[in-house]
């Protein structure tokens, strides 16, 4: 199908995310839409897919002008979306999933979806069960079901948005493999948009770069990769360098850890951290990296083993009132006891022992009720425990776990402040978040929402209530989804950090990120950390072989 | 707020009044009633004179007390269901003093039976509500469950105490304990069985309420709590502690409008005590969306609308259902077009604006 976007706008009240955007796409090839955060790439990828309407502008599929005013819309037609979280329902089965697509009227052809199911991932290598449930398959097996699903239903062009973030290096090839096959046998288009610009060298025949909402230009490849960064930001940029800093005394350490979920259970697991030591983790999705992060926050508990921070073990306040529901207990028996004695000598008859036994359960229940209510009182949680001593954690998830949406900013401030004060004060926590604002170059002012920012600024945000002094900051993806400039830009403020002592951990998807910023890797596989690694002295191939499960 | 602003804020609900107003007139005509006299009949029953008012009033306060503690525990996330049981346990809590303690020893005067009848029921309340927090701290039970079992237990706890312990001396009848003595009711307007000092303290606990939640760190904890339990967990929040806290907050209200309920609308204990108030309040509290202001006037418009029931059955031989059927209406259409902040809201795009500010 041939795709042709003529002077595509879109106005946001005072945004405008695209100015006139005219692009061309042929069938059979593979085409990269790049552009910095905020360059407008996924406002345009959106109206091509029917999830937002244009200001003013058309759509020619195969020269006919097309209007989708849904995304399901746009699918009929044959233009299909693979989202970056798969839009999928993970309660369900994949042949479940698959069938919410098709309205079938009453009775739904199981047998008929899954085998076109099968047919297509074994065409594509694909290894899918129709009959598993999603939530039990890696983000990477949800995409190429997400791929197999929009196959089936017909699409002619597809879009995959960033669709080699979090899945691992042989679903990657199994994808790219299957985005070439698509393009060269079956004629079809695809459109990637993507921030790793060695992936859009090494698959796409050309490339569109947006900036500031226009088409700055487009590139037919091979080229490399400094043209497309020049293309992209009209100058070269370097990754910042990092300094390196003497590490101190130790603040974090966890020795012969254990602990696991559902999924995954990881045994003696030993690490420390030093002062201004940045240690990186590194690993497939789900290999135990993000398990040992929560650890350490003491956010899931440690089946064995000890963690401390700066020598003091974090595992929770234990209430001083620990003991008091076994005196209710105790009570009750005692009560029981006396009733007995009386009723064997005949003080007590009949339906006074009844009374006797309701009147002793009431009472030792509300001393229960009461000894509760003391100890959720006076006890704390590792992870509050971890978090006064200094440590901090700051999770992938922003508006799942990391802020509060639909709070300001200045209520987020008022929140985080150590303020043991009974009222807050409101014009002093909007004068510090109108100072971090400033500092960490946020998009937004103190009365917004947190959930109207941007990715990108929702993640400046986290950092910035961060606290101080800070001993230990705990990273989960810290640069997922920013591109280079916004990238550096967080490093260089983690730099500052670590002159102050501040000890780093993070965990990252990005090899290259993960060598250049840190001094030792931490490499996970299957629940093992097979290697702790200088990050000064291993090449980027042989930590993908670790993270396959080489050990060093 | 000045009086300008409470207007503004209020005028978009007046359509739906009318609304609601219209499609029960439709309904009489269709019925062959006089939509006229059974209006009148309603607008006599609620405030058609100072008796009728005051009795508005009276039924009025409790439902009050009830809403003002759940905006507490709306605002942190939880479905308190378990209100209905928490005033109830409250009014036992009142009638356990005015019964055991007054009646034995009636030479205390009321300004010493009245405050400790009135904590009395706060604490009874805050203990129940507090049992539901357990429960679900605990025991994983969701506050919703727990409160639904609660609230049964309580009201066969009621049931048990008329028919056994606190039956009147002239025998058991189900229907209510003996009357209490005069010095430990609440002092009423004559006569009316409305109470002015349970309005001001209604009134009192609405206030603390809005300046709670505005500003005070733990009312801003209890919203974030509210809005996303992990997010303010990572924060820094202490989700149990502040669940316990705000359903005790909430229970001692209910347990308050229970003590008030048999103090001053009753004069002893009954069977019927809660009078649904716990549920009506759950149902305000949605309707208002958490505001404030709105629930203290939707809470006197259902009060006015149960009182004038009672009236137009008396006068038109209707049955009093049509205020549940003018109630019902009324929660349809709030539902409906209820959304008053984006009907009117001056700046709506703006969400979408920042959203794309730079992706």
Request: charged residues 15%; aromatic residues 8%.
């Amino acid at each position: 199908m041939r795709v042709e976007l003529q002077d595509i706008h879109k106005v946001f009240g005072l945004v405008h995310a695209n100015r006139g955007i005219s692009l061309i796409l042929e069938p059979g090839s593979i085409y990269a839409v790049l552009g910095e955060n905020g360059a407008g790439k996924s406002t345009l990828m959106k109206i091509l897919s029917g999830f937002q309407k244009p200001t003013s502008g058309t759509i020619l599929l195969d020269g006919k002008p097309a209007i989708f005013e849904t995304p399901i819309d746009a699918l009929q037609r044959g233009v299909g979306m693979v989202y970056q979280d798969p839009a999928d329902f993970p309660p369900l089965r994949v042949v479940e999933n698959h069938l919410l697509a098709y309205d079938t009227k009453f009775q739904l052809a199981f047998t008929a979806a899954a085998d076109t199911l099968h047919t297509y991932a074994q065409r594509f290598n694909f290894h899918i069960d129709p009959q598993v449930h999603v939530d039990s398959m890696t983000l990477g097996e949800r995409q190429q079901m997400e791929v197999l699903r929009l196959l089936a239903l017909g699409a002619d062009l597809l879009i995959l948005d960033e669709p080699t973030t979090g899945i691992s290096a042989e679903q990657k090839e199994a994808l790219f493999n299957t985005i070439r096959r698509l393009a060269y046998e079956d004629q079809k288009t695809i459109v990637l948009v993507s921030h790793k610009l060695e992936e859009v060298l090494e698959l796409c025949s050309e490339v569109f770069v947006l900036r500031q909402g226009e088409l700055a230009g487009s590139l037919k490849l091979p080229a490399t990769a400094n043209d497309l960064v020049k293309l992209m930001f009209g100058q070269e940029t370097e990754r910042t360098e990092r300094s390196p800093i003497d590490a101190g005394k130790s603040v974090l350490t966890l020795a012969h850890a254990s602990f696991g979920d559902r999924r995954l259970t990881c045994e003696s697991i030993d690490l420390s951290l030093r002062e201004s030591e940045v240690v990186g983790l590194a690993g497939l999705e789900g290999s135990g990296q993000g398990l040992l992060l929560r650890a350490a926050a003491g956010l899931i508990p440690l089946k064995e083993g000890k963690l401390t921070l700066d020598d003091l073990p974090v595992e929770g306040k234990r209430s001083p009132f620990f003991w008091m529901p076994w005196v209710a207990g105790l009570f009750f028996l005692i009560r029981l006891v006396m009733l007995m004695i009386g009723r064997v000598s005949g003080a007590i008859v009949g339906l006074a022992l009844l009374g006797g036994i309701a009147v002793a359960a009431i009472l030792s229940a509300t001393i229960w009720l009461i000894s509760e209510i003391l100890i959720v009182w006076t006890s704390e949680s590792a992870y509050h425990q971890f978090q006064k001593r200094g440590g901090a954690f700051v999770p992938a998830g922003r508006l799942e776990e990391g802020l509060v949406p639909n709070l300001t900013l200045t209520e987020h401030m008022a929140l985080v402040t150590p303020d043991h004060q009974f009222t807050v004060h409101w014009d002093r926590a909007e004068t510090s978040i109108k100072e971090l604002i400033q500092r960490y170059n946020i998009i937004g002012r103190p009365n917004s929402l947190v959930n109207e920012l941007s990715g990108g600024n929702q993640q400046r945000t986290m950092l910035a209530l961060l606290r101080n002094p800070l001993r230990l900051v705990l990273l989960e993806h810290p640069t997922r989804g920013l591109d280079i400039t916004s990238a550096n830009w967080i490093w260089d403020l983690f730099q500052e950090r670590r002159l102050e002592g501040t000890a780093i951990l993070f965990m990252s998807a990005d090899l290259d990120e993960l060598r250049e910023r840190s001094d030792r890797i931490a490499v996970f596989s299957g629940g093992e950390m097979v290697g702790l690694v200088d990050a000064n002295e291993i090449t980027v191939e042989d930590l993908g072989h670790m993270i396959g499960g080489q050990r060093a | 707020m000045n009086t300008r602003t409470f207007l503004q804020k209020i005028w978009p609900s007046v359509p739906i009044l009318l609304a609601a107003l219209v499609i029960t007139l439709l309904l009489l005509i269709v019925s062959d009633n006089s939509p006229l006299v059974t209006y009148e009949a309603l607008w006599t029953g609620s405030f058609g004179s100072a008796d009728r008012t005051l009795s508005t009033l009276a039924f009025w306060v409790p439902l009050l007390l009830c809403s003002t503690g759940l905006l507490v525990t709306f605002t942190a996330g939880l479905w308190n269901i378990g209100v209905e049981g928490q005033m109830v346990m409250g009014a036992i809590g009142a009638s356990w003093i005015a019964l055991r303690l007054s009646a034995a020893n009636p030479a205390i005067p009321g300004w010493i039976i009245i405050p400790v009848e009135l904590l009395t029921a706060m604490g009874l309340g805050a203990l129940w509500a507090a049992l539901a927090a357990v429960l679900k701290i605990r025991g994983g039970v969701h506050e919703i469950f727990g409160g639904v079992a609660l609230n049964s237990l309580a009201i066969i706890f009621t049931n048990y105490l008329i028919s056994g312990p606190w039956q009147p001396p002239e025998g058991g009848s189900f229907r209510g304990t003996q009357p209490f003595p005069q010095q430990a009711l609440l002092p009423l307007l004559d006569p009316s069985r409305f109470s002015p000092l349970s309005l001001g303290l209604a009134l009192l606990a609405l206030l603390a309420v809005v300046l709670t939640l505005r500003g005070t760190h733990w009312g801003l904890r209890l919203k974030a709590l509210g809005k996303n339990l992990r997010g303010a967990f990572i924060l820094g929040v202490s989700s149990e502690r502040e669940a316990i806290l705000a359903m005790m907050f909430c229970g001692a209200l209910a347990g308050l409008a229970g003590s008030v309920r048999v103090l001053s609308w009753f004069d002893s204990l009954r069977q019927s005590i809660s009078g649904g108030i716990g549920f009506l309040a759950i149902l305000i509290v949605l309707l208002a969306g958490m505001r404030p202001l709105w629930s203290l006037f939707i809470a006197l418009v259902f009060s006015a609308l149960l009182n004038g029931g009672t009236i137009v059955q008396l006068r038109t031989q209707l049955h009093s259902s049509l205020s549940g059927i003018i109630q019902g209406t009324l929660v349809l259409f709030v539902l409906l077009f209820g959304d008053f902040d984006r009907l009117f809201g001056p700046n709506q795009p703006q969400s979408e604006v920042m959203e794309v500010a730079d992706e």
